[in-house]
């Protein structure tokens, strides 16, 4: 029998002793032990196995445990630091489910903290007339199910790790999974200022004040709470996706994918490559190590990556957004990718800034690094990643033209049906919301011209690019085509559309959408092509008219 898939298992033991399929990436902890560094704070995306890797790393060093036969077939053993099995009081915690309101949020926290006390009940035995106060006053504040803040909490860590030290004589690793959950819950929602400063607070006691700390790694999307948590804590590392140190530890090497596959009787082609690879994490291609395993589980070809936080999150963000961002949006959407500056160790809502933002798009996977252009000035050309990354992102290319999906999606149905009543009569709906929209940027005139259309047809469009190749912008036949949408079946139509746009209320626009259609006809853009349906689209303002046909064929 073949091994189980491990599609959402987050724990590193059940992984191993459930004979699921395992991807060794023990080497992480060797990686870990060589960089001695005080703390460690590595971002990646949601789903791309930083809780289990967490898991790993704590059942390894947790000394209270004897993890022989977990680790007895991995490549950590074959290491000199195979000798640091179960040698330290280890913490392992994750704020992963640490979402919601403020008050489950809170009892979400006080479960987890008094779930780390009672594990590790035995290093409270014999406290002395010091400690034993704190210790009370700290089991009081998890047993208050209507607490309304985390005051009383802020020492809760600190305190455990200083017992830990006295108990085993030796200082303590910790290791903290999607720390930066609740931080983003809160500010999702509204309460980040009044949970901030506590959870900040027990943070940096256990990470920077405490004495009993050994080595500490923590994971998450972004670099938050800057102010409180990080703006002193010199002995912080920040590895984000640019970073090459433990690039190969998060998502699944090309050649882990394949082994995988074909473990599993599948095929590791062009189709599985277009659709989960793409992404750069230091100098390595990763692939989304859940989309593979959904794709293993299913066998079929879709998208598995859904990032609802992170989406809520970047699209509030993009409410704050200015212009120069604005202006790098639409020519990503047009071009595919983007050359911009970057910055991915801060938080965006902590610093509002165009570069944050991208970081943000990136460290969240919606976008990924395709070359470093200037390392010192943080400059890089930035790519939308695979195929499915390519239909989340058309989810926010709604949002940020203020469309209702649903909408784009009956349109997209007509379009693709050629019900070209049906599709104009929507696409003008959809253009008194996106041309008001951009109507709203100060306040040139220019902002709305041709290049506007166009952005926002490729933005609606982006979401067939599993059926048609999505090209705008190419020189072809005598001139360079607006769009093409290439089928990739041999047996449906390819779509040419040709734009044009006046400001003159008074030019018609049948008239000029046809000139459109003839300009595809003389330019010959569907050279060497069969089975082309050639658009002419007019615009003016709101207002839009189509000229549709094959070659002298037409509809109005």
Known sequence: MKKRIPLGQKSYEKLKAGNYYVVDKSLMISEFLKEKNAVTLITRPRRFGKTLNMSMMAEFFDITKDSKELYKDTKIMNTAYASEMNQHPTIFISFANVIGNKQMMINNIQQILAELYQKNNDVFKDLDEYDLPFFENIRRNFSMPDK??????????????????????????????EYDTPFIEAHINGFYNEIRENLSSMLHQALKSSNSLQYAMLTGIQRVAKENLFSDLNNLVVCTVADENYSQYFGFTESEVKELLEYYDLELNDRVKSMYNGYRFGNLQIYNPWSILGYVSEGKLKSYWVNTSSNSMIKQAMKRADEVFNDGYEKLVENGELETRVRMET??????????????????????????????????????PNNEIKREFQSLTAY????????????????????????????????????????????????????????????????????????SNRERGSGRLDILLKSKLIDRASFLIELKYTKDTNVNLKELAQKGFQQILDKEYAMDMENVMKIGMAHCGKQVEIYVGKDAESIG
Do not use: C
Not at 152 to 176: C, H, P, T, W
Not at 348 to 369: D, H, K, R, V
């Open 400 to 471: 940020y033209f203020h469309l209702d999906e649903s909408s784009v999606a009956y349109l997209l149905d007509n379009f693709q049906n050629k019900n070209w009543d049906a599709f104009i009569s929507g696409y003008r709906n959809i253009l008194k919301t996106a041309v008001s929209y951009l109507t709203n940027w100060p306040p040139e005139d220019d902002l709305i011209n041709e290049n506007s259309y166009q952005t926002l047809l490729l933005g609606l469009f982006m979401q067939l690019d599993n059926k048609y190749e999505i090209i």
């Open 148 to 177: 309304i803040d985390l005051n009383g909490l802020d020492n809760a860590l600190s305190f455990l790790m200083k017992q830990m030290e006295r108990y085993y004589r030796k200082k303590v690793m910790i290791f903290i999974d």
């Open 347 to 384: 938080s965006f809502f902590e610093a509002n800034t165009t570069a944050s933002l991208w970081g943000l798009l990136i460290n969240a996977g919606y976008l990924t690094i395709k070359e470093i252009t200037d390392a010192l000035e943080g400059k890089y050309v930035l790519k939308i």
